[in-house]
């Protein structure tokens, strides 16, 4: 069973509405991450938290707005999203330490999949 | 019409043969790399990974090959199960803070 737990598994919205996708980790890692994966690609780095301050953003559009409460929470906020932005979204997480570079594996929650109408 | 980039590179083995799996990665400044195992309807899980300082590593039944000169990754799973059937990707990790690039993928199909 993944340590990484991602709500809802299933989300279906229209392109008015306004939804977050959650990430839960218990294993005191203090990255976390969104990656967007499509049908038969490989996974797409969208957002990097560090010490939950945002560290990386992938130039992604302002329709998702990520979010870190805290150290073993991510979410992402969804509105106005098109009809492209239909993925499986996965939530990582990570060891990280300040000043010096993160060289461990990243583990994946089961995602959330996304279908925007 | 049909889109491109649908399909995924896919190798059928038979089961008990050893299969390879290989990696073309892009920045040569990437000195960390993993492979990750991701099952139909699940996430990616990590296999092994390899630091620029090496060139093979060994896991169980798994190893990772890395040649820097032609920035190329390979993994050999030996005596491969049904259970490994899935899609492999390597993921790069460039000389910065907290940041992994996925390769292509490879869709691996164990005949029983």
């Known amino acids: 069973d993944t340590e990484v737990t991602q709500t809802p598994k299933h989300l279906v919205m229209g392109m008015t509405n306004k939804k977050s996708l959650k990430c839960e980790q218990h294993?005191?890692?203090?990255?976390m991450y969104w990656y967007k994966q499509k049908a038969k690609k490989p996974p797409e780095l969208m957002f990097v938290?560090?010490?939950?301050?945002?560290?990386i953003n992938e130039s992604v559009p302002s329709r998702f707005s990520p979010e870190c409460p805290n150290s073993s929470l991510l979410n992402l906020h969804l509105h106005a999203l098109q009809p492209e932005d239909s993925a499986l979204y996965l939530c990582?997480?990570?060891?990280?330490?300040?000043?010096?570079?993160?060289?461990?594996?990243?583990?994946f929650g089961e995602g959330s999949r996304l279908t925007v109408l | 019409g049909e889109s491109v980039g649908l399909h995924l590179p896919t190798l059928s083995v038979q089961e008990g043969d050893n299969s390879i799996i290989n990696c073309a990665y892009s920045?040569?400044?990437?000195?960390?790399f993993i492979w990750y195992k991701q099952e139909s309807g699940k996430g990616p899980q990590f296999i092994i990974d390899?630091?620029?300082?090496?060139d093979k590593r060994q896991g169980q039944r798994v190893t990772v090959l890395l040649n820097k000169t032609v920035k190329h990754l390979s993994l050999q799973i030996a005596a491969t199960q049904p259970g490994d059937s899935a899609v492999y990707f390597c993921?790069?990790?460039?000389?910065?803070?907290?940041?992994?690039?996925f390769g292509s993928g490879t869709k691996l199909n164990v005949k029983p």
């Open positions: 993921a790069e990790n460039p000389y910065n803070f907290n940041k992994f690039y």
């Open positions: 938290y560090s010490y939950e301050k945002l560290s």
């Open positions: 990582a997480s990570s060891q990280a330490g300040r000043g010096v570079r993160n060289t461990g594996e990243l583990f």
């Open positions: 920045n040569s400044a990437s000195d960390y």
């Open positions: 294993m005191g890692h203090r990255a």
């Open positions: 390899i630091r620029s300082n090496m």
